[in-house]
């Protein structure tokens, strides 16, 4: 254990490194504050200070001030020696960062008492120290192996994807075409989403209004014929998990490719509204067409096909509910609860 005593005395100087250094401790000695503050600026400084109050150019306590101004942390545990044995003095000192102090003249034994105390202060705090150290290193490692996850994810989902669209445009048959895209599409829902993760330091907290407008974006990106479809979005400013983003990302996906391919005919004219707020506690996703509306007779329960039957069931994955239904062409609408 490395010890420094700073004292302007000789006889006492010599006294306590030979006393000191007969119990093992690696003593450094010197007899003023400048050499004093030299060495705890040294890497691999001593844990433990004695310090005199009154020395030649930089006094104890001075020294004892701007040691713990360099350091800003609770090392080294540092003792002033002091002929000024007053309260007024020992509060000054104890307050300006001593740990603490012994009286002149004092006893030697005294004083190998608390440099004890000391060390044992020390141990326990460089262990401490030492336990973050390790908590950080092994949070950093657990992240990068979260990024490197997400990527190859990302990466596999992408293949994914692609394979569909291309499987997709090799098929003559209309509806088998679009079954396979309609896949890709929520394919796509998911790989959107974790390109968002991937920047992300925080996955419990992802900007629902980010991903949503990418997501809205692409899916019509895979619309050409609807162009002129004015999207109207009130997405509101909130952070939400990926465990609920992925199901609602899928849900969006469904309404509104429903929406592309049965609400409006190729180069009409026409708009879609979606709104993601928070009314209370609860999460509304309502998303709003003034297409030709759902078919006469349309009943959810039997009219379903995979898209709607899908919504729902994601919907209840969320602990929320479902509801479609005309009103000047058709609103759907999610509701859940975080
Ligand atoms: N916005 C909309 N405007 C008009 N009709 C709609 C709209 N959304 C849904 N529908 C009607 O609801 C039906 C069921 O939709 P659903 O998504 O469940 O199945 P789908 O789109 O036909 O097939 P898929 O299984 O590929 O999704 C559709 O066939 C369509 O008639
Ligand atoms: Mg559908």
Redesign the pocket.
């Known amino acids: 254990m490395k010890l420094l005593i700073a004292e302007d005395d000789n006889t006492s100087r010599e006294i306590l490194t030979a006393f000191f250094s007969k119990y093992g401790y690696e003593v450094t000695a010197v007899d003023n504050g400048s050499k004093a503050l030299e060495i705890m600026e040294e890497p691999d400084s001593p844990d433990l200070v004695i310090l005199d109050w009154i020395m030649p150019e930089i006094d104890g306590l001075e020294v004892c001030r701007r040691i713990r101004k360099n350091k800003k942390s609770q090392l080294p545990y540092i003792i002033m020696l002091t002929i000024k044995g007053n309260t007024d003095d020992i509060i000054t000192a104890l307050s300006d960062g001593a740990d603490d102090y012994m009286s002149k003249p004092y006893d030697t034994e005294e004083l190998k008492a608390r440099v004890d105390v000391g060390m044992r202060l020390v141990n326990f705090i460089l262990k401490q120290q030492e336990a973050e150290r390790k908590i950080t290193e092994l949070f950093t490692e657990k992240e990068l192996l979260l990024k490197e996850v997400h990527h190859r994810v990302k990466n596999n989902i992408s293949t994914i994807e692609s394979m569909l669209r291309l499987q997709a445009d090799l098929i003559q048959d209309g509806s088998f075409r679009h079954?396979l895209n309609?896949a890709a599409g929520r394919v796509q829902s998911m790989r959107i989403l974790y390109e968002k993760l991937l920047p992300a330091s925080d996955y419990k907290n992802i900007s629902v209004k980010a991903y949503l407008d990418d997501l809205i974006t692409a899916i019509l990106n895979l619309f050409p014929s609807k162009r002129y479809i004015l999207f109207k979005n009130e997405i509101g400013d909130y952070t939400l998990s990926e465990k609920i983003l992925i199901p609602l990302g899928i849900i969006l996906n469904?309404m509104i490719t429903?929406?592309m391919?049965?609400?409006f005919d190729d180069g009409q004219s026409g708009v879609i509204n979606i709104e993601f707020q928070k009314h209370d506690s609860e999460y509304v996703l309502k998303v709003m067409?003034n297409?030709?509306?759902?078919?006469d007779n349309?009943d959810v329960e039997k009219?379903?096909?995979?898209?709607?039957?899908l919504i729902k069931l994601l919907a209840s994955q969320i602990k929320g509910s479902f509801s479609i239904r005309n009103k000047n062409g058709?609103v759907c609408e999610v509701m859940f609860n975080v």
């Open positions: 079954i309609d469904e429903n929406i391919k049965y609400a067409d297409g030709r509306g759902l078919p349309f009219s379903a096909g995979y898209g709607l039957m058709v």
